[in-house]
């Protein structure tokens, strides 16, 4: 028999289900570090990147019976569960989740401290992508983090959203036109993405 | 290849893929269109940005007591399965199963017993109730005098006479009277029956003897008797059903 390790996901939640703590004590530990990336840009708070990955799979453990693996593979299904609880997380404090200032601050502590020019431009580029993100529209920013960020293909993506693949692929190129455009217009751009919302001539 | 062909294709690929393009008609147009080269160098910039940004959160992860939540909330709502692997049995265990097997058939067989005894017990009883029954009737039969004329009666369906009737049956004393039953069961009725001179005319089951009984005193009609011309008078006792019980012959 495979160890727990070897098992897929699907695997995992059936052995689970089946009442093996240890199957989804690794399952957890296997999909936990997405679920919570995928919330921590989503969201840019931490707390809310923490309840968000307690609440999908609490759901996880309690209706893990539910899944089809026919629909989607399980990490894009908790990717779309994560991302009805950031919505829902969000609305609770939007406020606090738009402050810039949180969200400056929790990326400065995100950043190595460089002194060198290079390092201090970069540490601005750093900011000022992450505060283009989090600014986003919600679905433009859901697949900017689940494309870009958390490097799912545009089909697992399309299976986390519930939408076609053509979709995704016209979101996220209307996403990156307004993300750098958002980089031009912010004030602590570096120079090397000053013209970054140019547009081809054709 | 034209900017707007240059344009769908880098549309098409990922920020990242785009950095390790080898596409020679891209390059070219890369190469020919300075605009383009501006937008592609554009996007360049942005995926590193984002691929900063990626690497910054790389190795973020919930913290522990986040974990520990969700396994309390697992246990809770996720029955658990038992430790043990399904194997052969303990021996422990095995004893106690066979104990339970054990008892079980001790159980069974006493039932068995039980019950067949019952049974027996029943079906002596009731042998013994037919053979005093019949031997009864054997007897009483042989040691009552009007045996023969009895036996004619019997075949007679019996009516009871009312005192006005007047007919050659004549009824002398009551014409029919309620007879107080000793208590006890049919062959003791019998039996008392007999004592007092009657001649049972059929053996009495529990169900029909239970009733009331009448005497009926009344006259034998010629055809049941020897043929002799004196009138024979008789009590008779009648049950519930209409049946006779037992019959006396009246010594006139």
Known sequence: MATLTE??????LALAMDGHEDAFTALYRRRQGPVYRFALHMSGSPQIAEEVTQDVFVFLAQRGRGFDASRAPLGAYLFGVARNYVRRAMERSFSETLNTVAAEDHTDSLVSPEDTVEGIARG?????????????PEHYREVVVLCDLQELSYAEAAAAIGCAIGTIRSRLHRAHGMLAKKLQNSAAVAPDISGLAARCPS | MICREFAKKVEESSLSELGQTGDAQLLAHERECAACAEWLQQRHVLAGALQSLRSSVAGAEAPLVVEQNVLRAFRQSVPSVPAAEPGPLSPLFAFRLGRVFEFGAYAAAAAALAVSLGLGVWYLEHRQKADSSSAGHKAAAQSSPANSQTEKIAQVPVQA???SASDSRRVVGPASARLERPSGSVPVLVEAQQA?????????DPLSCTGDEQLVRMQLPATATDGSQDAQMADVIIGDDGLVRAIRIVQQ
């Open chain 1, 7 to 12: 098992q897929t996901d699907e695997q995992l």
């Open chain 1, 124 to 136: 601005q580029l750093f900011v000022a992508v992450r505060k283009a993100v989090l600014s986003l």
């Open chain 2, 161 to 163: 006479q009312s005192p």
């Open chain 2, 196 to 204: 007092q001179g009657y001649t049972p005319m059929m053996l009495c």
